[in-house]
């Protein structure tokens, strides 16, 4: 789903009023100020908006500004969202947890909105912005506040394919197939998280070839036994033949604990199954059972704190 937003669409003396409200409905509550004085009567932005599977892609092109969110914003709008500022044109500096990321043209940052932040633009810009859920980062990531506003460069490895993966999403966007999108979003995602990993506070100690071993081992009898609602880390150490505390060493590295992941990989089967057309007549709850979870409301909560919406309207996609 696309849409297009303008500050042409309003006289010139409310375009950044307008604007403010735009930036509100599409990202968090915020504020914004024109970098200098007397500029609001000049302002001028455009926001094109895409809508994916778990991960919203906006095209930011405007006036110099300033944007803030401050602990009133929070306070009035608890939205827990990472959003992602891709510099295409222009410069931007992404300012949060007293540290500053200058962008240039094909660098990335990542902030977090449930914490106070400003993006500061003294030209006028064009930024890719991509918004996901807050859950949904730190099921892969570790202290994920040492990593806000920190240049990742464009020009090379992961920041190099993200780029690249970003602007032929752009030019292909309005015509992939829902589960399509799917496999975008989280191909996204996954270069994302490995751009962030390269940066020094993502650094971790290596594994072990046996922890490595170990640690794969009880992730595939989990994807193997995800229907099975008794599945815990009991019953994995019971049937892998270890303790309950050699399944927990193993994932001390990971950023989710055994019986976080294993609601996580439910999760993500559930969503998958909800955009597969040889599923549509099935109704919600019995996917929710198909895959281990026994509560058809806790699935609906774990589900909309996850992906960021209810199950029925992420199904909803597939017939947009």
Request: net charge neutral; hydrophobic share 35%.
């Amino acid at each position: 789903m696309t849409q297009l937003l303008s500050t042409d669409a309003v006289p010139r003396d409310q375009r950044l009023a307008y604007w403010t409200d735009m930036i509100c409905n599409v990202y968090v509550q915020l504020g914004c100020d024109p970098v200098r004085e007397g500029d609001s009567g000049d302002f001028e932005g455009s926001i094109r908006q895409h809508t994916l599977p778990g991960l919203d892609v906006s095209v930011v092109t405007s006036s110099p500004q300033k944007v803030m969110r401050t602990p009133g914003h929070i306070s009035h709008s608890r939205d827990d969202y990472f959003l992602v500022s891709i510099q295409a044109r222009g410069r931007g500096v992404v300012r949060q947890d007293g540290r500053d990321a200058v962008l240039s043209a094909g660098d990335f940052a990542l902030y977090d909105s449930t914490r106070p932040y400003q993006l500061l633009f003294d030209e006028s810009f064009e930024q890719i912005v991509l918004k996901l859920p807050g859950e949904r980062l730190r099921s892969e990531l570790r202290d994920t506040q040492a990593l806000t506003a920190t240049t990742v460069s464009g020009r090379e490895g992961a920041g190099h394919l993200l780029l690249g993966m970003i602007r032929t999403l752009r030019e292909d966007i309005d015509t992939l197939q829902p589960a399509s999108a799917l496999a975008v979003a989280n191909g996204v995602q996954n270069i994302l998280v490995a751009g962030l990993q390269t940066l020094p506070a993502a650094s971790a100690p290596s594994l072990s070839n046996l922890t490595a071993y170990h640690l794969a081992r009880v992730k595939r009898r989990i994807d193997e036994q995800l229907a099975d609602p008794s599945l815990s880390v009991s019953t994995l150490a019971a049937e892998l033949g270890v303790s309950v505390s050699h399944i927990h060493r193993v994932f001390r590295s990971e950023p989710l604990t055994p019986s976080q992941y294993i609601w996580e990989r439910r999760l993500e089967a559930c969503s998958r199954d909800l955009l597969e057309p040889r599923l549509a007549g099935r109704p919600v709850a019995d996917i929710a059972y198909g895959r281990g979870f026994n509560d058809a409301a806790h699935f609906s909560r774990a589900f909309k704190e996850r992906f960021g919406c209810s199950p029925r309207e992420w199904r909803q996609q597939r017939i947009q």
